[in-house]
């Protein structure tokens, strides 16, 4: 089974990349962040065109997530259970389901924005709800796993460089705390091998040429546990669908699973 998850930036403006990339990978089961769609506007029909079921949980703006499988889309949960609100609001960041026997989160996790905004501490209370919400399925027999965009470097390995990165939100302790008590639930970073270069980055900022120059960091993670873990073949980050005009500004990290 060939599971992927991608932070698309815009479903609508990436459609044609994403559906071609579907096609030439074989891929069976994609998790989505950041459709900036509403779910009505969500294009259902041409992944279902492809063999594709669709499940989503978006209200348009700029998050949204979405799991397309070609190999089942059971038990699905929209929002993520407990989960804080912000500013009155449940945003969109989750959604789960059952994709031939593989129970897959697709997750956007707040950005945080600054560490003294209201959005920083939104971000690890969220993180506090999704280790509760997972601790169940993560100590299970079933192969399991939590994929998308983390918004956190794990370790200063995984930004092109740390002091720029200083005082920032995505590498602060705290985060990085978040991350390391997610593990601790029964859950273990699936690190995918770079196509390029030595570090396997997933996100390179649209300006200041940050791509060419590799100027890049691991955010969106594949956190999976034990028996989804030992059924990894292979993993590797899909540097060739971040080049090009209309691409997004992050790479789809691929899975390889013998299940």
């Keep these: 089974m060939r599971i992927a998850t991608w932070n698309v930036n815009s479903i609508t403006a990436r459609l044609p990349r994403l559906l071609a990339w579907l096609e030439s990978t074989g891929t069976d089961?994609?998790?989505?962040?950041?459709?900036?769609?509403?779910?009505e506007g969500f294009p259902a029909a041409e992944l279902r065109e492809l063999g594709y079921e669709s499940a989503v949980n978006a209200t348009g703006r700029w998050n949204g997530v979405a799991l397309v499988s070609r190999v089942g889309l059971d038990d699905v949960v929209r929002g993520l259970?407990?989960?804080?609100?912000?500013?009155g609001?449940?945003?969109?960041?989750?959604?789960?389901?059952?994709?031939?026997g593989v129970r897959l989160w697709s997750v956007?996790?707040?950005?945080?924005?600054?560490?003294?905004?209201?959005?920083y501490a939104y971000k690890l209370a969220w993180f506090e709800a999704?280790?509760?919400?997972?601790?169940?399925?993560?100590?299970?027999?079933?192969?399991?796993?939590?994929?998308?965009?983390?918004?956190?470097?794990?370790?200063?390995?995984?930004?092109?460089?740390?002091?720029?990165?200083?005082?920032?939100?995505h590498v602060t302790p705290a985060e990085r705390a978040a991350l390391a008590a997610l593990r601790e639930a029964g859950?273990?970073?699936?690190?995918?091998?770079?196509?390029?270069?030595?570090r396997p980055y997933t996100y390179w900022d649209y300006r200041q040429l940050a791509?060419?120059?590799?100027?890049?960091?691991?955010?969106?993670?594949?956190?999976?546990?034990?028996?989804?873990?030992?059924?990894?073949k292979d993993s590797y980050v899909d540097r060739e669908e971040r080049k090009g005009k209309g691409a997004?500004?992050?790479?789809?990290?691929?899975?390889?699973?013998?299940?």
Aim: hydrophobic residues 40%; glycine residues 8%.
């Design 29 to 39: 089961v994609l998790c989505i962040q950041e459709t900036k769609t509403t779910a």
């Design 81 to 87: 259970p407990g989960g804080p609100d912000y500013e």
């Design 89 to 100: 609001t449940e945003e969109p960041r989750a959604i789960s389901a059952t994709c031939g």
């Design 108 to 119: 956007y996790v707040p950005n945080g924005r600054e560490v003294e905004h209201d959005h």
């Design 130 to 169: 999704l280790k509760a919400a997972v601790a169940e399925d993560a100590a299970g027999q079933r192969p399991f796993a939590v994929l998308g965009d983390f918004n956190v470097a794990p370790t200063d390995e995984d930004v092109f460089d740390p002091a720029v990165f200083a005082g920032l939100t």
């Design 187 to 198: 859950l273990s970073d699936v690190v995918p091998r770079p196509l390029k270069y030595d």
């Design 211 to 232: 791509f060419p120059k590799n100027r890049g960091m691991r955010i969106d993670l594949v956190y999976g546990n034990e028996p989804f873990a030992k059924a990894v």
């Design 248 to 259: 997004s500004d992050h790479a789809p990290v691929v899975v390889d699973l013998e299940v």
